[in-house]
């Protein structure tokens, strides 16, 4: 049986957060600055983001 994670855990875990595709570091901000590239990642300073994704579970 799968369990249903509350909606509060689900916005904490995924709302705004992105993931730098070279360390795999987590940074949350909006989308928008994602967008126009005015965020970069903390550790490696790369512009390359991506949404964190959804956990798939069986």
């Known amino acids: ?3 249903k994670i509350f909606p ?3 916005r904490r875990l995924y709302n ?3 993931v730098c595709r ?3 570091s987590k940074i949350r901000t909006d ?3 994602v967008k126009n ?3 970069k990642c903390r550790k490696c300073g ?3 983001l991506r949404p964190k994704r959804k956990e798939k579970k069986a």
Do not use: D, I, Q, T
């Open 37 to 39: 590239g005015k965020v």
């Open 8 to 10: 509060e855990a689900v």
């Open 46 to 48: 790369s512009k390359s």
């Open 22 to 24: 070279k360390c795999k």
């Open 16 to 18: 705004r957060v992105f």
């Open 31 to 33: 989308y928008s600055k």
């Open 1 to 3: 049986m799968v369990r």
